[in-house]
């Protein structure tokens, strides 16, 4: 039956991003058509209220929590699909960069790769889901040579990225998407999926910037992989806090006046640029470190995440890096109708991570 074929195979074209954040969940649902993503729906809701805070602030809920907020955000946002890709907190897994010895066959490399993890590994291998990816060099392997050689031998090296997350994290991820009747074909560490969303450069070395609700993540990304990652434990609640305590006001009033005011709000504020000025302060540190260690410029920031999208946050990112600097948007990725783009965005930085799992999700189709 022709007909009935395609109906069925145009409803399975939908597929959906799951992001939990540590403020708010988010969803993006794209279809595929004509080889592109076009966007269905996509929605956010925060956790705060769900456990008796405000909106806007970091919480750790409860599995039954999350699974409330997370049913009734595909009710509000209609998504139709069960489809989906989730993500996994950078906060909760374990990135690891490791230079191990080089071996021509793919075979015996990887069981170096793997007998070698559990050195770098702080918990049991048995209780971690393990991977890793083989960094690209810029020219062919770098030679090193053996303290011991007096000779000519040399010891060829290969950097791997060592990627660990409990077992017990993902348990957790899959009882909250079960319960909540997804279907999930993979669980990303939420770097990887914001790497596929906002990240253009091929080859440079670009830094991105995820500044979140209780931390802001710093990444590296070189030839399209990740060469660094650093988490800074300071994020967007923490200038709403600032806000709240010199202005004596209630945190939901202080996160409004932060949304429209921007980082150059009026001087009553105060909080937003010293904020700021901390979490670049570190997020230059690590620049500096990787550009003196691996002795090439990074060519360009990338702002994402919800204090991303801070009023005025490129141009005052640019007085402090002196580099390009430029704002995610995710949502160019995907097709949409041109009375959103503007609205896309300006929302797109909270849903990078969101956008890059459906993404991913598309190309299983
Ligand atoms: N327009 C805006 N201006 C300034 N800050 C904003 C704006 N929109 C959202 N934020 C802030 O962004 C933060 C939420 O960002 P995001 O959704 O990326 O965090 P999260 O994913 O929940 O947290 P994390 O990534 O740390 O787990 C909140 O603190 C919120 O106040
Ligand atoms: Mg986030």
């Not at 230079?99 to 793997?114: D, F, G, H, M, S």
């Not at 770098?142 to 660990?164: F, I, R, Y």
């Not at 993540?217 to 060469?227: R, S």
């Amino acid at each position: 039956m022709p007909f009935l074929d395609s109906l069925f195979a145009k409803k399975e074209k939908s597929v959906l991003g799951v992001d939990i954040g540590s403020s708010s969940l988010k969803v993006v649902q794209l279809r595929k058509e004509h080889g592109k993503a076009v966007l269905e729906t996509y929605g956010e809701l925060a956790l705060g209220p769900y456990g008796g805070f405000e909106v806007g602030q970091a919480m750790n809920l409860s599995a039954e929590q999350t699974i409330e907020t997370l049913r009734d955000l595909l009710r509000e946002a209609k998504v139709t699909t069960k489809s989906c890709g989730v993500s996994i907190p950078f906060a909760r897994s374990l990135l690891t960069l490791v230079t191990l010895p080089y071996r021509k066959n793919p075979a015996e490399q990887k069981t170096v790769i793997e007998l070698e993890a559990r050195k770098y590994i702080p918990i049991p291998v048995s209780e971690v889901q393990l991977d890793w990816f083989i960094v690209p060099k810029t020219n062919s392997p770098q030679p090193t040579k053996g303290d011991s050689s007096k000779t000519t031998a040399v010891h060829e090296t290969v950097d791997v990225l060592l990627v660990a997350v409990s077992n017990d994290e993902l348990s957790l991820l899959q009882k909250v998407v079960t319960s909540a009747e997804l279907i999930a074909s993979f669980y990303e560490i939420e770097i990887f999926s914001t790497l596929r969303s906002v990240v253009e450069e091929q080859v440079k070395p670009v830094m991105v910037l995820d500044v979140g609700a209780a931390s802001t993540k710093t990444y590296v990304i070189e030839h399209g992989v990740v060469a660094s990652s650093h988490s800074i434990s300071v994020g967007s609640q923490d200038i709403t806090r600032a806000i709240s305590v010199s202005g004596n006001l209630p945190f939901a009033r202080a996160e409004a006046l932060k949304k429209e005011e921007g980082i150059g709000g009026s001087d009553v504020l105060g909080g937003p640029e010293l904020v700021f000025s901390r979490i670049f302060a570190e997020a230059r540190r690590v620049l500096v470190q990787y550009e003196a260690a691996q002795k090439k410029s990074i060519t360009s920031i990338v702002l994402t995440g919800g204090g991303g999208v801070t009023k005025e946050l490129g141009t005052y990112a640019k007085g402090i890096f002196s580099i390009d600097v430029r704002v995610a948007d995710p949502f160019m990725k995907t097709e949409a109708p041109a009375f959103m783009r503007s609205i896309l965005k300006e929302i797109g930085p909270e849903f990078a991570v969101a956008v890059g799992l459906a993404l991913r999700k598309l190309e299983e189709i």
